[in-house]
């Protein structure tokens, strides 16, 4: 079923993503008007989101935000259906990043990259740092999608420009295999995942909100003596981003433990005060609040 499912969707996905933009961002503004006015997708979840995060905004300030997020999440997976065709010259133009000479500076300390992001902006992309001379092998860990003929589709997309998508699970077997054969590697890795409950071991404030934070990006940092850069993404106007790559550190061994979650996490946050409806708030990323902190983890 799911196989069909896939080859009902393709034909259409394929059309959407060969139309020229002006064409292709009324199809996002259709898509807007059913999934918010229509479907109400997660409404209540964003909502719900939105006033937690921030109580001092009224009704109408929460609702403009709201749409605004709605508009740019159906902007973003358009993209990434856009990602099918799009050329490489197209996509340099439309996601550039502006201190490329932090990889050249990196390159010289011979060190792989965790590439710490968010969700927020476009992490849809990001791979275009491969058609900007990286010498790194481009590498995202991601979570593998159900139906196996969308995650196919999603690796393919990955490929055309460089890059290579690895499951979450197997991550750090690959990384040290790829450490072992000498392959520098940058890893691209979304950095606030809400976590399961057997990986509740730090908790921290995020968004002025106590909740569990996965340290995963930073233990493989550690482990494998990596330079660790935060993603720093700006939508400048609609289908065009900039990113810079922020240092966070060079040698994440020598820092103190959580430090870099913690630095991530105060970069994530002040691009989320700054524009929220940047921000993915369809994800659950605070149905922890209010819940036990275990008596073994470490609290910040």
Not at 97 to 105: F, G, Q, V
Not at 133 to 151: C, E, M, Q, T
Not at 155 to 162: E, K, L
Not at 243 to 272: G, M, R, W
């Amino acid at each position: 079923m799911q196989a069909v499912v896939f080859w009902l969707a393709y034909p259409l996905l394929w059309l959407i993503s060969i139309l020229p933009f002006p064409l292709f961002y009324l199809v996002s503004d259709v898509v807007y008007f059913i999934v918010y006015y229509l479907i109400g997708y997660r409404k209540k979840t964003v909502t719900n989101n939105l006033k937690l995060v921030f109580p001092e905004k009224s009704t109408e300030e929460i609702i403009k935000i709201r749409k605004k997020f709605y508009s740019h999440m159906c902007d973003m997976f358009l993209e990434m259906i856009k990602s099918i065709s799009i050329s490489e010259e197209e996509l340099k133009k439309r996601f550039i990043y502006t201190n490329l000479e932090e990889l050249r500076r990196i390159e010289k300390l011979d060190k792989s990259i965790m590439l710490m992001c968010g969700h927020y902006a476009s992490f849809e992309w990001l791979f275009a740092l491969q058609l900007h001379d990286l010498k790194h092998s481009a590498f995202g860990i991601y979570k593998k999608i159900r139906n196996p003929g969308f995650d196919k589709l999603i690796n393919d997309i990955r490929r055309r420009f460089g890059a290579e998508l690895i499951q979450n699970s197997k991550a750090s077997l690959r990384i040290a295999n790829n450490q072992k054969e000498g392959i520098r590697g940058a890893y691209a890795m979304i950095a606030d995942q809400s976590p399961r409950t057997s990986s509740y071991k730090f908790w921290t404030d995020f968004m002025g909100k106590k909740v569990p934070f996965y340290t995963g990006s930073e233990r493989i940092a550690t482990e494998f003596d990596m330079v660790v850069l935060y993603l720093h993404v700006e939508k400048v106007k609609r289908g065009h981003y900039k990113a810079s790559l922020i240092n966070i550190s060079d040698n994440p061994a020598e820092t103190k433990n959580n430090q870099i979650t913690l630095d991530y996490i105060q970069h994530l946050e002040k691009q989320i005060r700054e524009k929220p409806e940047f921000y993915l708030w369809t994800h659950k990323r605070w149905k922890h609040v209010g819940k036990e902190i275990p008596e073994n983890a470490v609290v910040r």
